[in-house]
């Protein structure tokens, strides 16, 4: 089969189409033949072994996915596609079933084919719904959902939620507005309409206003983008409120500090734990049309390393998907 391997940690043009054995269901396993997966930020960070985070990050990650080279070779967490093939104990999914989902730090879903346990984050394909669109649902749709359940989201509660406008940010508008949260949403001129469009009740251009200094606090304040800050941020939350992380080593260490001093705590725990429940969760969501994915750009597998250059300039609105088989 066709797949976009890597030999080594490095820039985009380390990605490279190649043929590689198809792999073979076990008996707990479905072979999906794969129509459309996402290039996700976490898959630029493994691919060059989290440079940009400083030596003691590179080495973590190094660590986990490899430590001279990477073990994994093939990329792609998401998927949506067809079952091609079901081991003999697999009783959910036969063959011909349209399913999506997520592999998770396993990778594997830049190529034709992948195997999944039936008990791993795969489920049906919501009606209705294309496999690019399906593809683009679990990165931010389980990133932001992990994120906001460490704060314990219920009605009424005020969030802010800075970089709106991206994979996680566009889940956790509509993910916080499904927990009938209050929610207050940070982006660029560019994204206002789409981030209103969500559902967000008020947005702010943060190219026009600084909401740190609007006088507002929030009980919750989610850097979907990792580009704000605790120390700039504080000032915004109520008295027991909470900062959520999406990314920075310093946060770990911020954690793990709040939780024993002061009253304003930083949440970030990694790695992310999610489950086949809750891709079930976003399911529902979908086909009772309280959440969509949304798509940037949509690339062939062939232009893999043209779509990640894009994922990189941390720029793109929502998420970037790739097509195989005709999509
Ligand atoms: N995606 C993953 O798998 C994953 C997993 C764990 C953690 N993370 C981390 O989570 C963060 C978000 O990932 P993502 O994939 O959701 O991001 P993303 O989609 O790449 O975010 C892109 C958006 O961020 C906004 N942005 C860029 N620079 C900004 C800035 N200086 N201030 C505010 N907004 C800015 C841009 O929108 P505007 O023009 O509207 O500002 C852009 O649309 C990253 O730090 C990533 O490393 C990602």
Same mark, same amino acid.
């Given at each position: 089969?066709?797949?976009?391997?890597?030999?080594?940690?490095?820039?985009?043009? +380390?990605?490279?189409?190649?043929?590689?054995?198809?792999?073979?269901?076990?008996?707990? !396993?479905?072979?999906?033949?794969?129509?459309?997966?996402?290039?996700t930020?976490?898959? /630029?960070?493994?691919?060059?072994?989290?440079?940009?985070?400083?030596?003691?990050?590179?080495?973590?990650?190094r660590?986990?996915?490899g430590?001279?080279?990477?073990?994994?070779?093939?990329?792609?967490?998401?998927?949506?596609? !067809? +079952?091609?093939?079901v *081991?003999?104990? @697999? =009783?959910?999914f036969?063959?011909?079933?349209?399913?999506?989902?997520?592999?998770?730090?396993?990778?594997?879903?830049?190529?034709?084919?992948? /195997?999944?346990?039936?008990?791993?984050?795969?489920? &049906?394909?919501?009606?209705?719904?294309?496999?690019e669109?399906a593809?683009?649902? /679990?990165?931010g749709?389980?990133? %932001?959902?992990?994120?906001?359940?460490?704060?314990?989201?219920?009605?009424?509660?005020?969030?802010? $939620?800075?970089?709106?406008?991206?994979?996680?940010?566009?889940?956790?508008v509509?993910?916080?507005?499904?927990?009938?949260?209050?929610?207050?949403?940070?982006?660029?001129?560019?994204?206002?309409?789409? +981030?209103?469009?969500l *559902?967000?009740?008020?947005? $702010?251009?943060?190219?026009? !206003?600084?909401?740190?200094?609007?006088?507002?606090?929030?009980?919750?304040? #989610?850097?979907?983008?990792?580009? &704000? =800050?605790f120390?700039?941020?504080?000032?915004?939350?109520?008295?027991?409120?909470?900062?959520?992380?999406?990314?920075?080593?310093?946060?770990?260490i911020? %954690?793990?500090?709040? =939780?024993?001093?002061?009253?304003?705590? @930083?949440? #970030?725990?990694?790695?992310?734990?999610?489950?086949?429940?809750?891709?079930?969760?976003?399911?529902?969501?979908i086909?009772?049309g309280?959440?969509?994915?949304?798509?940037?750009?949509?690339?062939?597998?062939e232009?893999? @390393?043209?779509?990640?250059?894009y994922?990189?300039?941390?720029q793109?609105?929502?998420?970037?998907v790739?097509?195989?088989?005709?999509?």
């Amino acid at each position: 089969m066709r797949a976009v391997v890597y030999d080594r940690y490095g820039p985009p043009d +380390v990605l490279r189409l190649a043929d590689v054995e198809r792999p073979v269901p076990k008996e707990d !396993e479905v072979l999906v033949k794969i129509h459309a997966t996402a290039v996700t930020r976490a898959d /630029c960070a493994t691919r060059e072994a989290n440079r940009r985070s400083g030596l003691a990050v590179t080495l973590l990650s190094r660590s986990i996915s490899g430590l001279r080279r990477p073990r994994q070779r093939i990329l792609g967490s998401e998927l949506a596609g !067809e +079952v091609e093939a079901v *081991g003999a104990a @697999v =009783s959910e999914f036969a063959v011909g079933d349209h399913v999506f989902g997520s592999s998770g730090f396993r990778f594997g879903a830049y190529a034709e084919f992948i /195997c999944m346990r039936e008990s791993a984050r795969i489920a &049906h394909k919501p009606n209705g719904m294309s496999f690019e669109e399906a593809a683009a649902v /679990c990165d931010g749709g389980l990133n %932001a959902l992990w994120c906001l359940r460490l704060a314990d989201p219920r009605k009424g509660q005020r969030i802010l $939620i800075y970089g709106a406008s991206g994979a996680i940010g566009t889940a956790g508008v509509q993910l916080a507005k499904y927990f009938e949260a209050d929610v207050t949403a940070v982006c660029s001129t560019k994204n206002l309409e789409l +981030v209103r469009s969500l *559902g967000a009740d008020r947005v $702010i251009d943060y190219t026009q !206003e600084d909401f740190t200094k609007n006088g507002q606090t929030y009980d919750v304040i #989610f850097d979907a983008v990792g580009k &704000h =800050s605790f120390r700039r941020c504080r000032g915004s939350l109520k008295r027991g409120g909470s900062y959520l992380a999406t990314d920075g080593f310093q946060n770990l260490i911020l %954690a793990l500090w709040t =939780s024993r001093i002061g009253h304003k705590k @930083v949440m #970030f725990s990694i790695p992310p734990r999610y489950t086949k429940k809750d891709v079930l969760f976003l399911k529902e969501l979908i086909e009772a049309g309280r959440y969509r994915a949304v798509i940037d750009r949509c690339y062939p597998l062939e232009d893999v @390393v043209e779509a990640t250059r894009y994922v990189e300039t941390e720029q793109k609105t929502g998420n970037v998907v790739l097509t195989i088989h005709g999509g």
